[in-house]
């Protein structure tokens, strides 16, 4: 085994041997800024650094320019005390070149600055840039000649209170061949606005973009089989390498508010591709399905399990979760030799969405020298579960506006049973589940915005006849059980976990109130 890694370690250094003779240090990185109040904003440069190249700054500038506005600017960042953690998912035993020893690297630093714009434009860019690449990277033609260019954008004019979308997990560094990889870099926005994740080009530090060597591009940064997927609306990406190296991966993205692009931010990072024998760590959906998508009516609480595995037998895994800042769930974790966790989320009226709510999962092994790991996205859509229609809110959120006209896309050309007394007017009106569902598990019934039993363009109509309006949640009535009084169960255990053996009682009527046979 030591043979084994330090084998394993010494391919690992002859790959990199030029990014220490080019001295580079910055990995990658990303920009993005929080709003503080009329034109102030604090601005956060996150830099990933591998510990062989030259120290990180003290400082760092940011640029702002807007065009339209003819402004430029340039503030210095200064690092955040404490910043500089290792990131390196390195195994107990193995020294990284953060601590002096042979593998690589990668430690995080933070730098932030606050300032006041001076003008209020459609079109800022902040960003940094810092030379050079390293030479050892494969997918960009002649790397070292090209410098690295990260940025976020604002449009202060039009939408002049916004925090930019930031991420919430660190990035995956290393990869290995022959492995299928999910990779969720955990993007989220604190005003809820909508979020599009994409993969773009790579820039130099002129702001133009890279050249790419022969099979690579920048969707598909990683040559892989099959090639790379990228989820846009929860961000995962399903990568196979089939081949060594050092490759770089940008992602994009975009934030919307009422279907106006408002911002943009790109996380610029190296990627090393190895070779190697574990297996990765992995999860099986929400209670064991598969599935990574769900939802509840508004007002309950949802309860869901986690569980994770490892093909291979000796190892252990541990699993974390990055929940949307806007709730507050209670996680409890399993632990054990394969981890499994239990998400509890009370809900109410106040959370009800057409967006889901994401939760990104990390789960990780003891690998050595490197330890395995993986990242995914669940999705939980709180609805209302309004048994009217609203002719208009086709995803029956409470309101009529332009999310609802995506429903009608999805579902075009379903046919179900025509509401009776149907019209176009911003009324409940009782309906008939069709029994086809959106993602977000919304009857098809609520997108047949007319009431025709056929859902296709002419359903836009109640949309503009309607848009604005909202509407009050109305459930249907939960019937009456009057056989049925003081029923209960009794746990003889308060929690339990995967494969817990516990028993439950079933208690009918009580003394004061007896069931009678």
Same mark, same amino acid.
């Given at each position: 085994?030591k043979?084994?890694?330090?084998?394993?370690?010494?391919?690992?250094?002859?790959?990199?041997?030029?990014?220490?003779?080019?001295?580079?240090?910055?990995?990658?990185?990303?920009?993005?800024?929080?709003?503080?109040?009329?034109?102030?904003?604090?601005?956060?440069?996150?830099?990933?650094?591998?510990?062989?190249?030259?120290?990180?700054?003290?400082?760092?500038?940011?640029?702002?320019?807007?065009?339209?506005?003819?402004?430029?600017?340039?503030?210095?960042?200064?690092?955040?005390?404490?910043?500089?953690?290792?990131?390196?998912?390195?195994?107990?035993?193995?020294?990284?070149?953060?601590?002096?020893?042979?593998?690589?690297?990668?430690?995080?630093?933070?730098?932030?600055?606050?300032?006041?714009?001076?003008?209020?434009?459609?079109?800022?860019?902040?960003?940094?840039?810092?030379?050079?690449?390293?030479?050892?990277?494969?997918?960009?033609?002649?790397?070292?000649?090209?410098?690295?260019?990260?940025?976020?954008?604002?449009?202060?004019?039009?939408?002049?209170?916004?925090?930019?979308?930031?991420?919430?997990n660190?990035?995956?560094?290393?990869?290995?061949? @022959?492995?299928?990889?999910?990779?969720?870099?955990?993007?989220?926005?604190?005003?809820?606005?909508?979020?599009? !994740?994409?993969?773009?080009?790579?820039? +130099?530090?002129t702001?133009?973009?890279?050249?790419?060597?022969?099979?690579?591009?920048?969707?598909?940064?990683?040559?892989?089989?099959?090639?790379?997927?990228?989820?846009?609306?929860?961000?995962?990406?399903?990568?196979?390498?089939?081949?060594? @190296? #050092?490759?770089? #991966?940008?992602?994009?993205?975009?934030e919307?508010?009422?279907?106006?692009? !408002?911002?943009?931010?790109?996380?610029?990072?190296?990627?090393?591709?190895?070779?190697? $024998?574990?297996? %990765?760590?992995?999860i099986?959906?929400?209670?064991?399905?598969?599935?990574?998508v769900?939802? !509840?009516?508004?007002?309950?609480?949802?309860?869901? $399990?986690?569980?994770?595995?490892?093909?291979?037998?000796? +190892?252990?895994?541990? /699993?974390?979760?990055?929940?949307p800042?806007? %709730?507050?769930? #209670? !996680?409890?974790?399993?632990? @054990?030799?394969?981890?499994?966790?239990?998400?509890?989320?009370p809900?109410?009226?106040?959370?009800?969405?057409?967006?889901a709510?994401?939760?990104?999962?990390?789960?990780i092994?003891n690998?050595?020298?490197?330890?395995g790991?993986?990242?995914?996205?669940?999705?939980?859509?709180?609805?209302?579960?309004?048994?009217?229609?609203?002719?208009?809110?086709?995803?029956?959120?409470?309101t009529?506006? %332009?999310? +609802?006209?995506?429903?009608?896309?999805?579902?075009?050309?379903?046919?179900?049973?025509?509401?009776?007394?149907?019209?176009?007017?911003?009324?409940?009106?009782?309906?008939?589940?069709?029994?086809?569902?959106?993602?977000?598990?919304?009857?098809?019934?609520?997108?047949?915005?007319?009431?025709?039993?056929?859902?296709d363009?002419?359903?836009?109509?109640? /949309?503009?006849?309607?848009?604005?309006? $909202?509407?009050?949640?109305?459930?249907?009535?939960?019937?009456?059980? +009057?056989? #049925?009084?003081?029923?209960?169960?009794i746990?003889?255990?308060?929690?339990?976990?995967?494969?817990? $053996?516990?028993?439950?009682?079933?208690?009918?009527?009580?003394?004061?109130?007896p069931?009678?046979?």
């Open positions: 085994m043979r084994t890694l330090n084998l394993f370690i010494g391919v690992l250094t002859t790959l990199l041997i030029s990014f220490k003779a080019n001295a580079s240090h910055i990995m990658g990185g990303d920009v993005s800024y929080s709003w503080l109040g009329g034109n102030n904003y604090q601005f956060e440069l996150t830099l990933y650094r591998d510990c062989s190249g030259i120290p990180a700054p003290a400082n760092f500038f940011l640029y702002m320019s807007s065009q339209s506005c003819g402004l430029s600017d340039t503030l210095t960042l200064t690092q955040v005390s404490g910043t500089g953690q290792e990131i390196t998912p390195i195994c107990p035993g193995v020294q990284s070149t953060c601590n002096g020893g042979s593998a690589m690297g990668v430690q995080k630093y933070v730098y932030q600055a606050t300032t006041t714009l001076t003008g209020n434009c459609s079109d800022w860019v902040f960003y940094s840039t810092d030379c050079c690449r390293n030479g050892s990277i494969t997918n960009i033609l002649t790397p070292a000649s090209y410098g690295i260019y990260i940025s976020a954008t604002l449009d202060n004019l039009n939408f002049p209170f916004n925090n930019s979308p930031s991420f919430g660190d990035p995956i560094v290393f990869l290995t061949t @022959g492995g299928t990889h999910t990779i969720n870099n955990g993007a989220f926005d604190i005003d809820g606005d909508s979020l599009a !994740i994409s993969l773009t080009s790579a820039l +130099d530090m702001g133009f973009p890279v050249s790419y060597a022969s099979g690579f591009s920048p969707s598909n940064p990683i040559i892989s089989s099959p090639e790379m997927v990228t989820n846009p609306f929860n961000g995962d990406i399903t990568v196979t390498p089939t081949q060594m @190296g #050092v490759d770089v #991966v940008v992602y994009k993205v975009d919307y508010r009422n279907g106006q692009l !408002i911002s943009s931010v790109s996380r610029d990072i190296q990627v090393i591709i190895n070779n190697s $024998t574990n297996q %990765l760590p992995s099986n959906g929400i209670n064991g399905s598969g599935s990574f769900t939802s !509840i009516c508004a007002g309950n609480t949802l309860q869901f $399990t986690i569980q994770s595995s490892d093909a291979d037998a000796g +190892d252990s895994t541990f /699993i974390s979760i990055q929940s800042g806007n %709730l507050n769930p #209670v !996680i409890s974790s399993f632990g @054990g030799q394969q981890d499994s966790v239990n998400v509890t989320l809900t109410d009226t106040s959370m009800i969405s057409a967006q709510y994401i939760f990104y999962i990390t789960v092994d690998a050595c020298p490197y330890k790991q993986q990242q995914y996205a669940i999705e939980v859509y709180i609805n209302a579960c309004s048994q009217d229609v609203w002719p208009g809110d086709a995803n029956s959120d409470l009529c506006d %332009l999310y +609802d006209v995506l429903p009608i896309g999805v579902a075009c050309g379903a046919a179900g049973p025509v509401r009776s007394g149907a019209s176009t007017a911003w009324a409940a009106q009782p309906s008939t589940d069709w029994g086809q569902t959106l993602a977000s598990s919304v009857d098809y019934k609520h997108v047949d915005c007319n009431g025709d039993g056929i859902i363009n002419n359903d836009t109509t109640a /949309i503009g006849l309607n848009y604005g309006q $909202t509407h009050p949640l109305r459930l249907a009535p939960v019937p009456s059980l +009057d056989a #049925v009084n003081n029923i209960y169960l746990a003889s255990r308060d929690s339990a976990g995967p494969s817990d $053996t516990f028993a439950v009682q079933t208690v009918l009527g009580s003394s004061m109130n069931v009678n046979a």
